[in-house]
């Protein structure tokens, strides 16, 4: 079955502690994102990769960090998390190019909570 | 910047009935148009999108409109079931913009027995 898996799905943490949260599909997608989706925002682009050691800046990346060394995993990772990063995370991948848009997969979502 | 949003928060609708959510985009230069259902505790799926080519496209029980004139986008689902009780987003692609989408707020659908 074509996925995007996310781990873990909820997190409560304290400010200050590093954390990873994992992503990994199974569809051989270059295209890989993260989104963060806030109260009356709507989802909003952290970090996207556009293949293996690719990525590149989204919308709102301040505070977090990413890495794509393998094509099936994108992890995201916040150094020192603070309680303005407490939103539900999800990642999403497709194929590169012009977006055949029923082929972009969104993982189920991390709720995160930095207290 | 450019940015997509949505005249209703929340639209409450009997079943059966037919139910139409709005979008309004800034960005004339956008060239594709995606709409997304989001149920809770899931992330978005796709439920049909629109090329600026075209000002109208039918899927099953659905349809996008678009109205480039007034840079407005509308989601019709007929005869709509409890199932269809969800946050419905839609989303711009930029004209050369690779694959990345700007993200409208949402609509909360709530369907009425």
């Known amino acids: 079955e074509a996925q995007v898996t996310q781990n873990p799905r909820y997190l409560i943490t304290v400010t200050g502690k590093k954390l990873t949260v994992t992503c990994s599909q199974n569809?051989?997608?270059?295209?890989m994102s993260w989104y963060r989706q806030d109260p009356g925002l709507g989802l909003r682009q952290i970090y996207y990769?556009?293949?293996?050691?690719?990525?590149d800046k989204g919308d709102v990346p301040e505070g977090y960090k990413v890495s794509r060394k393998e094509k099936r995993n994108f992890p995201l990772i916040l150094e020192s998390p603070s309680p303005n990063q407490t939103s539900l995370y999800f990642c999403a991948s497709s194929p590169l190019g012009a977006p055949i848009a029923y082929e972009q997969y969104f993982g189920p979502g991390t709720r995160l909570t930095v207290t | 910047g450019e940015s997509v949003g949505l005249h209703l928060p929340t639209l409450s609708v009997q079943e059966g009935d037919n139910s139409i959510i709005n979008c309004a985009y800034s960005?004339?230069?956008?060239?594709?148009f995606i709409w997304y259902k989001q149920e809770s505790g899931k992330g978005p799926q796709f439920i049909i999108d629109?090329?600026?080519?075209?000002d109208k496209r039918q899927g099953q029980r659905v349809t996008v409109l678009l109205n480039k004139t007034v840079k407005h986008l509308s989601l019709q689902i007929a005869a709509t079931q409890p199932g269809d009780s969800a946050v419905y987003f839609c989303?711009?692609?930029?004209?050369?913009?690779?694959?990345?989408?700007?993200f409208g707020t949402g609509t909360q659908l709530k369907v009425e027995l």
């Open positions: 990769s556009m293949n293996v050691e690719v990525t």
């Open positions: 960005n004339s230069a956008s060239d594709y």
């Open positions: 629109i090329r600026s080519n075209m």
């Open positions: 989303a711009e692609r930029s004209q050369g913009g690779g694959n990345k989408l700007t």
């Open positions: 569809m051989n997608h270059e295209y």
